[in-house]
């Protein structure tokens, strides 16, 4: 007999909850809130809006479904099931935070606090749950897969994201590396500094020392964020993909030149099949996707890590 689906509702401790954690109690933390400019009635409205939100998800949840819970801090450590059906209740951050824990489970994002969250990824709202389950478990319902990019060091370890991957030195600092895209089967290459069809210097497959303050490979979904500023800033010829394009782009940030280091290999496009891999020329190096540093690989001297387009995808419910 197969199991009956099991909705896992994931949240986050509201800002209400986490000034009541620092402060004790109500009083202390209006007061601390006060002493900045700021109310904590609003800060309690929002907190109710988001415990309503949840109340009203899980009484969505048919009665004949198993049901598990679990917060943002304890993803890391939360085992998520074939058969699980995903219900994000907060914000869009929220579900990139998820993502990276699943293997191809539907996700279902709800919007707690409309207007004031984006709502690219939290579509819909609690009120529609019931329907929005149906549609997750029936044949043919409408998904969208969202490209992810991961993360393979050579030990084994991996990272998924569904924005982006930053590699880099673990404080603010210089770290210092050999990079050099792999090119797909039966393609040449793009992974250059904006040229394409060339390696941008690094032809040969031995690719480029480099000294920077990190690398950062993202996908569409994150191309509203960190990587669109990195974009912007450069220029060029490449195009930001969308959500759904099995493509990435990387850049290189503040890379610095010297006469054992080189700025040749900054920025450049990842195809489905193509890789960035970089090799670890400093005492450490820290791997982390989506800004949760947290759960980062720790990569030391000699070590190297292969950057790509996951098989895995997001399938948010549309």
């Given at each position: 007999m197969s199991l009956a689906p099991r909705a896992v509702l994931v949240h986050r401790a509201t800002e209400y909850e986490e000034l009541l954690a620092r402060h004790g109690t109500h009083g202390q933390a209006a007061f601390f809130l006060s002493s900045r400019g700021r109310s904590l009635d609003e800060v309690a409205r929002r907190h109710h809006r988001a415990h309503r939100a949840l109340a009203d998800v899980a009484s969505a949840?048919?009665?004949?479904?198993?049901?598990?819970?679990?917060?943002?801090?304890?993803?890391?450590?939360?085992?998520?099931?074939?058969?699980?059906?995903?219900?994000?209740?907060?914000?869009?951050?929220?579900?990139?935070?998820?993502?990276k824990y699943?293997?191809?489970?539907?996700?279902?994002?709800i919007d707690t606090d409309p207007g004031r969250n984006p709502g690219v990824l939290v579509r819909?709202?609690?009120?529609?749950?019931?329907?929005?389950?149906?549609?997750?478990?029936?044949?043919?319902?409408?998904?969208?897969?969202?490209?992810?990019v991961e993360a393979v060091a050579d030990d084994g370890q991996r990272l998924l994201?569904?924005?982006?991957?930053?590699?880099?030195?673990?404080?603010?600092?210089?770290?210092?590396?050999?990079?050099?895209?792999e090119a797909g089967r039966g393609d040449a290459g793009r992974?250059?500094?904006?040229?394409?069809?060339?390696h941008g210097g690094a032809a040969d497959g031995t690719g480029e020392a480099q000294a920077s303050s990190g690398v950062l490979v993202g996908t569409?979904?994150?191309?509203?964020?960190?990587?669109?500023?990195?974009?912007?800033?450069?220029?060029?010829?490449?195009?930001?993909?969308?959500?759904?394009?099995p493509r990435l782009l990387w850049f290189v940030r503040e890379a610095w030149?010297?006469?054992?280091?080189?700025?040749?290999?900054?920025?450049?496009?990842?195809?489905r099949g193509e890789g960035l891999r970089l090799t670890v020329e400093s005492d450490r190096m820290a791997v982390f996707g989506d800004g949760m540093e947290s759960d980062a690989l720790e990569l030391t001297w000699g070590q190297s890590v292969r950057l790509g387009v996951s098989a895995t995808s997001l399938r948010l419910t549309a």
């Open positions: 949840v048919p009665l004949t479904w198993r049901r598990s819970r679990v917060e943002r801090a304890d993803l890391d450590r939360f085992l998520f099931a074939p058969e699980d059906v995903v219900i994000v209740v907060g914000q869009d951050g929220l579900v990139a935070n998820t993502a699943l293997s191809g489970q539907p996700v279902v994002g819909h709202r609690a009120r529609d749950t019931g329907a929005l389950l149906r549609s997750a478990t029936a044949p043919g319902g409408r998904v969208d897969e969202l490209t992810m994201a569904l924005n982006e991957i930053y590699l880099g030195p673990p404080g603010h600092q210089t770290i210092r590396y050999r990079i050099a895209p992974g250059g500094a904006g040229v394409p069809g060339t569409g979904t994150g191309a509203t964020g960190w990587l669109r500023s990195l974009w912007q800033e450069r220029g060029g010829p490449l195009r930001l993909p969308a959500p759904s394009d030149p010297s006469p054992v280091t080189g700025t040749s290999l900054v920025a450049g496009e990842l195809g």
